[in-house]
């Protein structure tokens, strides 16, 4: 299994254990699961010992296409799943794997939902909006809306489910881990400015979690040289995935030579972002100063100032 030392990914893919062979093994153990059987009831009649169940269901072995889709065909898995899952198992362990989705809602893939799933520590940049874990409702229907039928229904898909992936954030486990690098020119987009007041509230919410911290990059700062968002996956086994976001596709990586660019870009963002503490006072003087704007053309103080200490562990 790929070990790394603290802050750093290995430079050698495992031999035993892949992204796509972790994935495929959780899933059969959820199929399993909730076909209501054990290890043993998949070992008898297909006449498997049980250390390769377990590897399988592990992600330490590479499962044969002809291997998981015998294994699907018997726990009598969801024919969308079972067309899913023996894609997935077709695809080369060569370190990089490219899917496509609707535009803009790359958060619906089944891999992301896996990977977010498995992490102990998540990293994110997106350097055009508010990632979509620490969006707030209003805000993630205004994004997927733009360039939309407004009675488009993937909207509502959409929204749904970045909604429920923030349980993540909500219920999160010992030793789990969250950064977010934010562009301070996102926070003053005048275009999502009807549902800004909300998320600037939800931004403040965030910062307080301990296992979440909210850095915000200084307009300064700002490098056109990489602006593409992407995240890093880190899981319980120091596995890393690093996953670049297009509008209508993502890519997949976890050979470290390819994600060396992004990993360097990581490092300027560590020091070029505002500590948590300044990231807090920022979004509320953002927040402020939107206040003043207001009561300045009306004449009514539509909110009182919010002390960044009473926002930041």
Known sequence: MRKQA???????????????????????????????LNQVDICRPLDWGAPRVSRMESGQ??????????????????????DR?????????????????PVGLHDQLPTLEFLHASAKKMTFYE?????????????????LRRDRDPKDPVVTA????????????????????ATFYIDEI???????RETMEEQLINLTIAA?????????????????????????????DNNSVLTIHTASATLILEDTEDMVPYLRKLEKFRESALSDHQSAQKINSIYSTDDRAVQSKTGIPLRPHLPASEFVH
């Open 158 to 177: 959409g929204v749904r489910s970045h909604m429920a992936r923030q349980d993540i954030l909500k219920n999160a486990r010992p030793g789990f881990d």
């Open 186 to 192: 996102v926070l003053r987009d005048i275009t999502m």
């Open 85 to 101: 899952l023996k894609r997935l198992s077709e695809i080369p362990a060569n370190g990089y794997d490219l899917q496509r989705h």
């Open 61 to 82: 072995r590479e499962g044969s296409t002809m291997e998981i889709v015998t294994y699907l065909a018997h726990v009598r898995t969801a024919p969308k799943e079972f």
């Open 127 to 143: 350097p055009q909006r508010i990632p979509s874990l620490l969006q707030t409702e209003q805000y993630a229907e205004a994004v």
């Open 208 to 236: 307080c979690l301990p296992h979440c911290h909210v850095r915000i990059i200084p307009t300064t700062c700002f490098d056109y040289e990489l602006s593409i968002p992407f995240s890093l996956f880190d899981d319980f």
């Open 6 to 36: 603290p802050n750093a990914v290995s430079s050698k893919r495992s031999e035993e254990t892949t992204a796509k062979s972790r994935e495929i093994g959780t899933a059969l153990r959820r199929a399993r699961e909730e076909a209501g």
